[in-house]
Nanobody
Framework: QVQLVESGGGLVQPGGSLRLSCGAS????????IKWYRQAPGKEREYVAT????????VYADAVTGRFTISRDNVKNTVYLQMNSLKPDDTAVYYC??????????RGQGTQVTVSS
């Protein structure tokens, strides 16, 4: 059974950092594009970043460029989202998604990130 499990969310003050993890089971993340999305209460889902399967350039939404970094550990079969200089607007549930050949394969259950003083 293919599965993604996010972790690492929590409460952080503005300007702080968090590292989210997206652990995969049942498949190898090295063969998939992994994307992070987020959804804040009352708002539509928002694209955050992509880690491509071919080790090409990572892609980031304008809102997080320069603050967030996506990376991958193929041995641990895990993708990470390092989030720095967090802002209250970054508050959301963060989800990782696995895509192959442009189609969604699986999505995780999400992890809550709250940025507040």
């Amino acid at each position: 059974q293919v599965q993604l499990v996010e972790s690492g969310g929590g409460l952080v003050q503005p300007g702080g950092s968090l590292r989210l993890s997206c652990g995969a089971s049942g498949f190898s993340i090295s063969n998939y594009d992994i994307k992070w999305y987020r959804q804040a209460p009352g708002k539509e889902r928002e694209y955050v970043a992509t880690m491509t399967s071919d080790n090409g350039n990572n892609v980031y939404a304008d809102a997080v460029t320069g603050r967030f970094t996506i990376s991958r550990d193929n041995v641990k079969n895990t993708v990470y989202l390092q989030m720095n200089s967090l802002k209250p607007d970054d508050t959301a549930v963060y989800y990782c998604h696995a895509y192959q050949y442009g189609s969604l394969v699986v999505r995780g259950q999400g992890t809550q990130v709250t940025v507040s003083s």
